[in-house]
């Protein structure tokens, strides 16, 4: 969270949540100041919610859900209850959920599989209406969402990726940073950081440089993520190739370190 963000919510006047009549909020439910609850919102007993959060009507949040500080969610979503998963048999499991994300109507959020484990979304997302995120998926900050977005179990999602509306994303894959994918794409393998990919059967489009534009790399960095997207995509060489070849005629800055880290950690393969 930026510190403006941050000096911004301590200005505000604290008060006590405001509550209306007929939402169902467990007395063990913790609720931080400044809080707004709509009407026929449910709130669980392992629920806690920070500070400077608007909560529309007929929310609801089950399970053991912990919410950070200043998010809005719209009607009709759904946080925090059991997963759609046959192996779940009760374990003690976990959503977590940082600061100033908003999330649309009915987009559903699903506790974890497994004793321990969590389903976590970080801070400053955009999840648009009947998104859905399930069991075990990681999302990182500033990722948007587009509507009915559909994340199967075990999916990670890096800071800054934006994913069109309609795309299902298959379990265990994962999005890197910065990446962009078109709306109705089926995403079923890594999608690395810093491209375009879109389609069904989904396809490699170049490198997201608008995006990257916008977020302050300079054309150094641009330069050189380029020329290791031609190595990549553009060579006729296989990855390991591409990998080697990179290493050799690519500066090693924190961005390319972070593309070629991501590419060597992929288990269901790159998108080609």
Known sequence: MSANIKRASKLRPVRKPE??????????????????????????????????CEIASS???EGRTTIGNGNKIFPGAIIGVVPQDLKYVDEDSSVEIGDNNTIREYATIHLASGDNEKTRIGDGNLLMAYVHVAHNCVLSDNIILANAVNLAGHVAIGDWAILGG????????????????GGGSRVAQDVPPFIR????????????SVGLKRRGFSEESLFNLKKA????????????????KMALVCQLDPHLEELMAFIRRSERGIVR
């Open 166 to 181: 309609m795309t299902p994303v298959h379990q265990f894959v994962r999005i890197g940073a910065h990446a962009f994918i």
């Open 197 to 208: 990919v879109a389609g069904n059967p989904v396809e490699v489009s170049g490198l997201n």
């Open 59 to 61: 929310v609801v949040i």
């Open 19 to 52: 509550i209306h009549s007929t939402a169902v909020i467990h007395p063990d439910a913790r609720i931080g100041h400044n809080v707004n609850i709509g009407p026929f919102t449910v709130i669980g007993p392992q629920v806690s919610i920070g500070a400077n």
């Open 229 to 244: 997207y031609r190595l990549l995509y553009r060579s006729g060489m296989n990855v390991s190739q591409a990998l080697e």
